[in-house]
């Protein structure tokens, strides 16, 4: 089993659309959770941190169930710069991450 | 940007060779990790260093290597190259000791091997 794992994707939706992207991980005493988003030939970049609250960031909502060991971001009203490959990430020591969905929102 | 730069941007080596990727963290970042992309998938965790010390690895046989210097600057070294290795080798750091916290990535250094 990988020690994150995301839905496979990809994802192609319309501009306005709300798209749900699920992470799952398999080390309970991870203390860290985080979406990167990494644009195409380009290296990740911090989209949001999660939180066990639920946290919102404009129209990114990212959620962490630390029962379930799983982990979401929703993405409200797509805009077409929102495609790119959404990187779920898990931190205990050090970082893992998931093999990313990739979003493509389309006209 | 993250402050955060790595060298070169590209290269082409060939099997069996060594090579040497290096880093440059922002000031007062002490941790540094690197991680390695293949197409397609996920950055896989190699190892960090913390004040100059591993202190982390990932599932990396031991040709691939690294050192820390004091100046905040890093490299990645790796000897006997397969084909396997080509790759998107990322450098990332943080303020922290360990690499649990946000970390800020370099752009990267792409790696062919024929």
């Known amino acids: 089993r990988k020690e994150v794992e995301q839905d496979p994707g990809p994802f192609n939706v319309p501009e306005g659309a709300t798209v749900a992207f699920n992470c799952t991980y398999s080390?309970?005493?991870?203390?860290?959770f985080f979406w990167y988003r990494q644009d195409c030939r380009k290296e990740p970049k911090l989209l949001m941190s999660v939180y066990s609250s639920g946290n919102e960031d404009g129209r990114f909502t990212a959620q962490l169930n630390r029962a379930s060991q799983y982990i979401s971001l929703l993405i409200r009203d797509s805009k077409l710069s929102d495609s790119a490959t959404y990187l779920c990430v898990v931190g205990h020591n050090d970082m893992r991450f998931g093999a990313g969905t990739r979003l493509t929102v389309k006209p | 940007e993250t402050g955060v730069t790595q060298s070169p941007t590209h290269l082409i080596k060939t099997r069996g060779q060594q090579v040497t990727l290096r880093c440059s963290s922002q000031s007062g970042h002490n941790t540094v990790s690197w991680y390695q992309q293949a197409l397609g998938q996920g950055p896989q965790f190699i190892f960090q260093?913390?004040?100059?010390?591993?202190?982390g690895r990932g599932n990396f046989p031991p040709r691939f290597s690294g050192l820390q210097f004091p100046n905040y600057s890093s490299e990645l070294n790796v000897n006997a190259l397969e084909l396997d290795d080509s790759a998107l080798y990322l450098c990332?750091?943080?303020?922290?000791?360990?690499?649990?916290?946000?970390?800020?990535f370099g752009p990267g250094t792409r790696l062919l091997v024929l």
């Open positions: 080390n309970s005493a991870s203390q860290s």
């Open positions: 990332a750091s943080n303020p922290g000791r360990g690499g649990a916290e946000t970390q800020y």
């Open positions: 260093y913390y004040r100059e010390e591993e202190n």
